[in-house]
């Protein structure tokens, strides 16, 4: 409680002597941080608050930023924040439990901070970025929302107390209690309770202070402020009322200033003219805006729309009184023209052109055409109506050669007119398959036993293209390998050396069969160590530890021994070797190596020196870079650093004129603002101390000019007509100079473009509707405004056919094996179009490589037997192509030996199956009722369908009624039973077997 009572005395004496007697009513105990935002220009928010050390912020972009006459700052698309952790503040949180923020604001707009739209705008936040935060108040449309992290919360907080935002200047306090319970505040009334719960322990402490935004970007608050103050407890509603009592603490007696002035409208009738002025000065500020000198009523914001305009309005002049307790203000008059509006009839500018495509492919049509909207279309065959043609396009989808040579053409109309466009004709191309083609052939390998060898193959050719990979060995045998455009020997053997590998391609239109490669096995001998990387030298200071280490390669295990000089060392048999401590009498010139050894193998590294030196003595500091002059405008801030060395630690104090300052006690100072009448000729230097003595750099000089008057905006390069192609985006920049902060209000046919505040702006997507817009910017800072010149957009038609897609025929598929199918697809305006496969069977994937090429993969299980449909789909973003393919799944079916054959134990049975074979291996194994006996055979290369496979049965085998099983190799649960078979004792004649 003591210490508490202290921090109260301390910051009390602060806040007095900054504001004076007039301001000593505001409440002190718990206050952490303190900005009136009465700096009145530069880059930084002074922190007001006496605490030690003093928490001021830094703005990000100036050009965005206004400070006001009467006191406060006017924010826009910038951020302000701590320059580093706000650990003070939030550890003094933490640890009450509580907190309240106060502030004086007003923001600019009610439509900014909608989360539905993607756009979020913070005005005080102490977060790293969104996901990650221990208090946040936002701004989303008409209402201020809050997020508070507790131990009761997620990382991200939780929603928190709510309350109505206006745009007139507001007392907002948020505070939040050791109970758990947030509570809002709104111009001295309370209008808000939330309950939370948790505590404050997980705030963290490395996150900074932000206003005005995230602390990343993204999430910018438009608005003026005129006060800020935290504190470590929760404010209860007298201290609320306290201090709302009090004020802003701005500069009182200010009449209305005009920071941007309305401006002239030109508009074609009946599109809707708005006037906009934007002020400062002491609130509340009243407007009246007049038409021709005379009030119009109800017209007291400070914008004004008029929707819709009439032929009658054009020359009309505008212009708006503002008002406040000390003093009235006219703003310029803003002219409106209205140009009458003249009907345009439909007409054709571009009729559809001959085409021509290949049977199957679809067929666009397209006219370009312009008149007054709505426009109308009516496409014709041969002169007859096409049903539902009434777009600017029309597609023929898989047409047939009897297609060929019809004529088509569109009637375009509005209420003006009528226009018919030029007759265009269709040729339709036979379709003729190609057979495969073998873009690129298998390769030689040459591994060693037992590792894998994979060969491919790549090809062109009309979908579904078969594999069939060939492995012919020496010793006369053939394997049928895999069925896709990769397979792999996997493991290798001594009697797959020096075997011919080839694979057979075919589709409907023909048969391929690639060259022959070489496939070399060699036997798989072991590795002694090898020393990859060697120990090398050390040099330490006594006592510090001392560490070698070495990197081997070899057939493992690895032995280590480490040896000093050539002496073995105890328990050092790692890669690695550390001496704990060194002393330079003992172990300086020391030398370490290490023997590795495996069975085949020995190896002894390179020897290693240790040097152990004894510390210098300590050296008192010097400063080896002094501060250097200074030369400010004013209020600029200005900085001084020195570079000293010296036994560590150093310790600086800067002075004014010899005289200590308070808190510069680091290698550098920092003057935030600067004043003329002041700070003109101040003089700097810095003590810099240790253990062993102390030193004083030379005098730096700080020289102070006046700021010169403000110089309003000029054009320098006006925006350039643009001419795109829809629907790609159009932009328009303008180059402007003047003083600082300049802002941008881009404007289309006149009228403001809501977000386009930028030196460059962008029209994201482009329709034809857009053909002819007219686009200006207006460019305004505390000196004036300019309007430059009007830039024209022209805007084409793009994208006039759609996306065409390769032939996707219906499969068939085995349960256990890989299916998969490549896609290819071209567009005729260019771009690759974009792939996917939207319905697709459970357990299924699909790539798009974004070169007008998929693939689409799948495994289908026992539970996907039957029909199953893919729906592919090529899409430029304006027109799509959509194939269903059904792909037809069935399992393996095993077919012999024949039900009551009987064979004796020990014979060959001759095992079928029918399919579709599977793309891989089969294991065939013995089973009797519900019982497994044997495992005969694993890893089979499939054969074609209906082949058969010899297998011996074991001699031992019992007599009885068995079934072969056979199942797809690595899919455990997908297997199939042969029909029942008998099995007799060896020598058992065959008159018996009959019986």
Not at 126 to 132: F, Q
Not at 407 to 428: E, P, Q
Not at 464 to 488: C, D, F, H, K
Not at 797 to 812: H, T, Y
């Amino acid at each position: 409680m003591h210490l508490r009572l202290s921090l109260f005395v301390a910051v009390t004496l602060a806040v007095t002597e900054v504001w004076g007697a007039a301001q000593t009513n505001r409440v002190s105990d718990g206050l952490l941080a303190l900005y009136t935002f009465e700096e009145g220009g530069g880059d930084t928010v002074v922190d007001l608050s006496g605490i030690d050390p003093a928490l001021d912020l830094a703005i990000q972009n100036t050009n965005n930023t206004i400070w006001l006459p009467s006191g406060g700052l006017l924010v826009k698309d910038t951020t302000i924040g701590s320059s580093g952790a706000a650990s003070n503040l939030v550890t003094a949180c933490a640890t009450s439990g509580q907190f309240s923020v106060e502030f004086w604001l007003k923001p600019a707009s009610l439509l900014q901070g909608d989360p539905i739209a993607g756009n979020r705008s913070l005005i005080f936040t102490l977060s790293p970025n969104e996901s990650s935060r221990n208090v946040s108040i936002e701004q989303q449309g008409q209402l201020y929302v809050t997020r508070l992290r507790t131990t009761s919360t997620a990382q991200d907080g939780t929603p928190g107390v709510q309350g109505f935002a206006s745009l007139s200047l507001t007392h907002l306090v948020v505070t939040y209690d050791g109970g758990g319970v947030m509570r809002l505040y709104v111009n001295g009334t309370a209008t808000g309770t939330q309950s939370v719960g948790g505590g404050l322990t997980t705030w963290d402490a490395a996150y900074p202070l932000v206003l005005a935004n995230e602390a990343t970007g993204g999430a910018d608050w438009f608005g003026d402020f005129h006060l800020v103050a935290l504190y470590n407890r929760a404010l209860s509603l007298g201290e609320v009322e306290q201090n709302f009592a009090v004020g802003t603490h701005d500069g009182s007696d200010t009449p209305p200033l005009i920071v941007q002035q309305p401006e002239g409208v030109s508009v074609v009738e009946p599109q809707s003219a708005l006037f906009s002025v934007a002020a400062g000065g002491t609130q509340p500020l009243s407007y009246q805006w007049r038409r021709d000198g005379a009030s119009l009523a109800g017209e007291t914001g400070n914008s004004y729309l008029i929707n819709p305009t009439v032929a009658a309005d054009d020359g009309a002049a505008f212009d708006v009184v503002i008002s406040n307790t000390y003093g009235v203000v006219t703003s310029a008059v803003a002219v409106l023209n209205v140009a009458a509006y003249v009907p345009t009839p439909a007409q054709i500018n571009a009729s559809p052109t001959n085409t021509a495509v290949t049977a199957g492919q679809a067929a666009t049509f397209t006219v370009q055409a312009s008149g007054d909207a709505p426009l109308q279309y009516q496409w014709r065959r041969e002169g007859n109506p096409i049903a539902s043609a009434n777009q600017s396009y029309y597609v023929v989808n898989g047409p047939t050669t009897n297609d060929s040579g019809a004529a088509f053409d569109v009637v375009v109309s509005n209420a003006y007119g009528v226009a018919t466009s030029a007759v265009a004709v269709l040729t339709v191309i036979p379709y003729i398959p190609p057979p495969p083609t073998i873009t690129q052939q298998p390769v030689s390998i040459s591994v060693n036993e037992p590792q894998p060898a994979t060969f491919s193959v790549t090809a062109l050719g009309d979908e579904p293209l078969t594999y069939q990979w060939i492995q012919r060995r020496t010793n006369g045998t053939q394997v049928v390998g895999g069925m896709a455009a990769e397979w792999s020997v996997d493991p290798t053997h001594a009697t797959d050396n020096g075997s011919d590998i080839y694979v057979v391609l075919s589709n409907v239109a023909g048969v391929v069969t690639s060259q022959v490669v070489l496939l070399t096995v060699a036997p798989d001998l072991p590795d002694p160590p090898l020393i990859l990387t060697q120990p090398v030298d050390v040099t330490v200071l006594e006592p510090a530890s001392a560490a070698f280490s070495v990197q081997a390669s070899g057939d493992a295990p690895l032995t280590y021994q480490w040896r000093r000089g050539t002496n073995l060392l105890a328990d050092a048999t790692n890669t690695f070797y550390v001496l704990l401590s060194t002393g330079a009498a003992l172990d300086d010139g020391a030398t370490f190596d290490v023997i590795i050894s495996n069975a085949v193998g020995v190896v002894t590294s390179d020897v290693a020196t240790l040097t152990v030196n004894v510390p210098p003595n300590p050296q008192a500091p010097s400063v080896d870079v002094p501060p250097g002059d200074a030369n400010v405008q004013e209020p600029a801030a200005v900085s001084f650093s020195v570079l000293a060395s010296g036994e560590a630690p150093l310790h600086y104090q800067w002075r004014r004129g010899g005289t200590p300052i308070g808190g510069a006690t680091s290698s550098s100072y920092v003057m935030s603002t600067t004043s003329f009448a002041t700070d003109n000729g101040a003089t700097f230097d810095v003590v810099v101390t240790n253990v062993i003595g102390s030193t004083t750099s030379q005098v730096a000089l700080l020289t102070v000019t006046v700021k010169p008057p403000p110089v309003p905006p000029q054009i320098i390069v006006n925006p350039p007509n643009v001419s795109v192609t829809a629907p790609s985006p159009a932009g328009f920049s303008l180059l402007a100079s003047g003083d600082a902060p300049l802002f941008y209000q881009w404007r289309r046919s006149g009228t403001n473009i809501l977000g386009a505040t930028q030196s460059a702006h962008v029209h994201t997507s482009t329709v034809i509707g857009d053909d002819g817009a007219l686009f200006d910017c207006i460019v305004s800072n505390a000196a004036g405004s300019v309007t430059s010149a009007v830039a024209l957009l022209t805007v084409e038609l793009a994208n006039l056919a759609s996306p065409q897609l390769g032939d996707v025929a219906d499969r068939s598929a085995l349960t256990g094996t890989l299916l998969t199918i490549a896609l290819t697809a071209v567009d005729p305006d260019g771009p690759f179009p974009a792939l996917s496969a939207p319905v697709m069977p459970p357990g299924a994937s699909f790539v798009d490589y974004s070169d007008g090429t998929g693939l689409f993969s799948w495994t289908p299980q026992g539970s996907d037997i039957g029909s199953n449909m893919v729906r592919f789909i090529a899409s430029d973003g304006v027109f799509s192509n959509v194939v269903d393919s059904i792909i037809t799944v069935s399992s393996l079916v095993v077919t012999g030996p024949t039900a009551d054959w009987v064979f004796r134990a020990s014979e060959t049975v001759w095992v079928t199956w029918t399919g579709p074979a599977p793309a891989g291996a089969v294991d065939i194994g013995l089973w009797k009722g519900v019982q497994w006996i044997a495992e005969l055979a694993t890893n089979v290369p499939s054969p074609a369908n209906d082949m058969a496979y010899p297998l011996p049965l074991p001699a031992a085998l019992a007599p009885g009624k068995y079934r072969m099983r056979v199942r797809v190799t690595g899919a455990p649960d997908d297997f199939s039973y042969s029909p029942v078979f008998r099995v007799v004792a060896p020598g058992l004649p065959w008159v018996s077997l009959l019986l």
